[in-house]
């Protein structure tokens, strides 16, 4: 089955740029989303379609899809980002898949 | 506004049957294009897919769960129902339902009901 690799915790200081990845093979070729889940709380849909973000997303928050990698860059990091962030594809030769999800720590 | 709520038994036995309900409001799911899924989230662990079912009554399985799922709809009850058979303890999870948008973005999540599977 499809895997998808995400690094475990990524570290940035209040208005900074951080980027989280997730990486499969050619995953460039499929539709990557991404959540944003808050202590306690269900996940949020913060990018989909690689690199939309649904309304009420602010636009600090952006996606890439390219090769083997998906990024999706916070800008202007806020003490209100810190949270855990999953990527998930599909297509449809797969199951539904999710990354193992990255601990985003605002310094 | 769109919401989902998840209910089912916080506690089930080892070995038993597990069924979960999810009841929407703001869209219908005979509406065509809209999909439903459900979702688990181990205590501490990531998320894992599990089930969708489409307008259409098409049905889709996580592989590794196929033969123990049965996603099922009502649509009159604006309800999405998930069985789970033979549950074990590594089932304890946090489980939620999440309406598609698109092909496969969970564009709204349930709150997520926590089950526990323990004797």
């Known amino acids: 089955s499809y895997v998808v690799t995400q690094p475990p915790s990524v570290s940035v200081a209040p208005g900074k740029t951080a980027r989280i990845t997730c990486g499969g093979n050619n995953i460039g070729s499929k539709s990557v989303q991404w959540y944003q889940q808050k202590p306690g709380q269900a996940p949020v849909l913060v990018i989909y379609h690689d690199s939309d973000r649904p309304s009420g997303i602010p636009e600090r928050f952006s996606g890439s899809n390219s090769g083997n990698t998906a990024t999706l860059t916070i800008s202007r990091v806020e003490a209100g980002d810190e949270a855990d962030y999953y990527c998930?594809?599909?297509?449809?030769?797969?199951?539904?898949?999710f990354g193992g999800g990255t601990k985003l720590t605002v310094l | 506004q769109v919401t989902l709520k998840e209910s089912g038994p916080a506690l089930v036995k080892p070995t038993q049957t597990l069924t979960l309900t999810c009841t929407f409001s703001g869209f219908s799911l005979s509406t065509s294009g809209m999909r439903v899924s459900w979702i688990r989230q181990p205590p501490g662990k990531a998320l894992e897919w599990l089930a969708r079912?489409?307008?259409?009554?098409?049905?889709f399985y996580s592989t590794s769960l196929k033969t123990r799922l049965t996603i099922s709809k009502d649509t009159s009850k604006n309800q999405v129902v998930l069985t789970m058979t033979n549950m074990d303890p590594v089932d304890t999870a946090t489980y939620y339902c999440?309406?598609?948008?698109?092909?496969?973005?969970?564009?709204?999540w349930g709150q997520g009901t926590m089950v526990t599977v323990s004797s």
């Open positions: 998930q594809v599909w297509d449809s030769s797969s199951d539904v898949v």
């Open positions: 999440a309406r598609i948008l698109g092909d496969y973005a969970f564009d709204i």
């Open positions: 079912i489409d307008w259409d009554d098409d049905k």
